[in-house]
């Protein structure tokens, strides 16, 4: 096990924050109200046939969990399963003319598909997928934007068998060259062009671009946006909407899969290193997906549920496509950005469709925060319940999120997971336990997460101290493997805190990589990611207490925290700030954000450096790059900009930070 030094415990110099408690009309409810829940999860591995008894199988599983050869565990073996069918099908017997998706174009287009309408275009889509030679384990690489294509494309793969690997619109031609190459993919889903902020862009010359390098070529397969292609497309290509309409009315039986066979792959983004292909197994994924959707996000079919988060990214595809499918719901799928017509089109499209949940990220929240809430004016929406999911939210985020959006009555759930988890795995209960701002809540029914030093051993809660966040025992979201990679699973995720030459699956333990505290009250507090510490005068400091203490000023939106190396102090922070809209960069707001810090946290932590700066630089999942600023700030070269969502950002930080002269 590791004792590298920035794998150690990390100091936490938190503020406790009140509770908020869930109202009473929301308990009374809730799907889950009952704390007995926490108790039968606790029977492992049987508490999570709750979840997979929420699904229709077409034959039980014979066991619900095998971990003989850790950590290549197995969820629900002997299991027959298919996912579209679970999402569509089942459903058309109580609801097949309740709408499945209310998708809101950004040119103003708008659609509603019910379920009836659903099942017959996955069918449509899946005849014509399998009349191009797509069979039963081939891997289908989509790239696509919110469209409504993507989800049932999505679930056109899932019914004859063969897994699909999202590769989100953003990102470029060298990125999708890459994961269909690791992926062994012969099939790409593609689409002519979609809209941003009023913009028609050319979305297919990324595959062009792509297939350059390629060998071997796969089949590209092309969505038009409108009726007609809206720029040059190869003779070579396929147009999907011709071919489907070759196929209009056919039927497709889905396919029965094992519980085990993949269900897709999804890749991380890739800042470091080649991207790893997580590989999600069909039964306990499915499962999972779908009660932590019941359970935790309070999901009804009668309900008009919106998670913002784009199907590029796992949030998309568990909590967007499989979970609220799966139970029947109605949900929002919008194309554009937030801002675009104006900075309250989220709202409008909300009271637009009494939108009953809302699903989003602290960086959005923190992005309406700037703004100002006289953009929430006028609008006539109210949300029964709230998420955030991502990254950690500071408190006054969430207070902001509470009081402006949820209005004081909105339950808020923050979540944390990974693409990996494949679902929530640290968050409240929203009808049993109260919330806190800046907590990511309670371990979710099932899951055992610990926090442990850099020797592995486990941290008292009482002592206040952070560290490793460690999940101790298996779960049916986990991914199975990185794809075509067993060896990397093993050393990514489990080598630095198991027993790797053991047969015993209670001696691993999965590694999440992120830095947390566990309170008296057992609620877990996400610090971010390990690798964003610094040793500030033999002090470990985590990134986001430094920004929680900086956005407790009022002025201030959004900020980021880098290291810099110091030849005393080991390493210093600058702090990287974006101001709310109406506010300017000043010595007063400087000497706010210095008290600020120096009261929540101590005078040593008192940022070296304040820099006002128009925006950070963000992935296009909207996670911040510190890596980048620590670059900046150090004077170094800046390091890969083509996850960013505007790769502008980061040089224009340098120039203002080094001028033209800086490296």
């Not at 199988?57 to 971990?67: A, I, L, M, N, S």
């Not at 897709?264 to 790893?276: D, E, I, R």
């Not at 309170?519 to 470990?540: C, E, P, Q």
Request: aromatic share 10%.
């Amino acid at each position: 096990m590791s004792t590298d030094k920035r794998r150690g415990t990390i100091e936490a110099h938190l503020v406790e924050q009140q509770y908020y408690k869930p109202p009473d009309e929301f308990i009374e409810q809730a799907n889950i109200k009952d704390p007995n829940i926490y108790e039968r999860f606790e029977k492992f591995p049987e508490g999570f046939e709750e979840y997979a008894n929420l699904l229709d199988w077409y034959k039980t599983w014979d066991q619900v969990f095998d971990g003989s050869k850790p950590p290549f565990y197995k969820w629900f073996v002997g299991g027959k399963i298919n996912a579209s069918y679970n999402c569509v099908d089942r459903h058309l017997s109580t609801r097949k003319n309740q709408t499945a998706l209310l998708w809101e174009g950004e040119d103003g287009e708008q659609k509603n598909i019910t379920y009836q309408d659903l099942y017959r275009e996955i069918n449509e889509i899946s005849a014509a997928l399998k009349s191009v030679g797509i069979k039963e384990n081939d891997i289908v690489t989509l790239h696509l934007p919110m469209v409504l294509e993507l989800p049932m494309t999505m679930l056109a793969c899932s019914r004859i068998g063969a897994p699909h690997s999202e590769v989100f619109a953003g990102f470029s031609a060298t990125a999708l060259s890459d994961r269909v190459r690791d992926a062994n993919s012969e099939y790409i889903v593609t689409i002519d062009g979609y809209y941003r902020r009023g913009e028609f862009l050319n979305h297919i010359e990324k595959t062009d671009a792509a297939l350059e390098g390629m060998d071997e070529r796969p089949t590209v397969l092309v969505w038009t946006r409108h009726e007609k292609p809206m720029v040059d497309i190869k003779e070579e290509y396929i147009l999907l909407k011709d071919l489907q309409k070759e196929h209009k009315r056919e039927l497709v039986d889905p396919v029965e899969r094992n519980a085990e066979d993949i269900l897709f792959l999804m890749y991380t983004s890739g800042t470091t290193g080649k991207p790893k292909g997580c590989q999600h197994r069909t039964g306990g994924y499915l499962a999972y997906a779908t009660g932590t959707s019941k359970y935790i996000l309070d999901i009804k079919p009668e309900d008009t549920y919106w998670c913002a988060a784009d199907i590029g990214w796992i949030t998309g595809h568990s909590y967007i496509v499989y979970g609220p499918l799966a139970l029947g719901t109605t949900s929002v799928m919008y194309e554009g950005t937030p801002d675009y017509p104006h900075k309250g089109r989220i709202w409008e499209i909300a009271e637009k469709y009494s939108v009953d949940i809302f699903h989003t990220s602290p960086t959005a929240v923190r992005m309406f925060m700037k703004w100002g809430e006289e953009h929430l004016e006028g609008y006539d929406f109210s949300f029964r319940l709230m998420t955030s999911v991502g990254e950690p939210i500071q408190p006054e985020a969430w207070i902001w999120y509470y009081e402006y959006i949820g209005k004081k009555e909105a339950v808020i759930v923050d979540t944390w997971w990974q693409t990996e988890t494949g679902g929530h795995m640290i968050t409240n209960l929203p009808g049993i336990s109260d919330m806190k701002p800046g907590s990511a809540g309670l371990a979710a029914p099932g899951i055992k997460p610990m926090i442990v030093d850099g020797e592995g051993k486990e941290i008292d809660r009482e002592v206040g101290k952070a560290g490793n966040l460690i999940i101790t025992r298996p779960w049916p979201g986990m991914l199975q493997t990185v794809y075509g990679d067993d060896e990397r699973f093993i050393s990514t995720y489990w080598e630095e805190f198991s027993d790797t030459n053991s047969s015993e699956w209670e001696k691993w333990s999965y590694k999440a990589g992120d830095g947390a505290i566990q309170t008296s009250d057992k609620y877990f507090r996400i610090l971010g990611r390990l690798d964003d510490v610094m040793n500030v005068a033999g002090h470990r400091l985590g990134t986001m207490e430094l920004e929680s203490a900086i956005v407790e000023v009022k002025s201030v939106a959004e900020a980021a925290v880098a290291s810099r190396k110091h030849p005393e102090k080991g390493e210093v922070p600058d702090a990287y700030v974006v101001l709310r809209e109406g506010n300017k960069a000043s010595d007063e707001i400087r000497k706010c954000i210095n008290e600020s810090v120096e009261e929540g946290i101590g005078k040593f932590a008192r940022p070296a450096n304040v820099i006002f700066v128009e925006d950070l630089p963000k992935t296009r999942s909207g996670k911040i790059m510190r890596r980048l600023l620590e670059n900046i700030s150090n004077d170094e070269e800046l390091g890969d900009t083509t996850t960013l969502s505007d790769p502008t950002i980061a040089e224009k930080i340098r120039i203002q930070v080094h001028g033209e002269g800086g490296k």
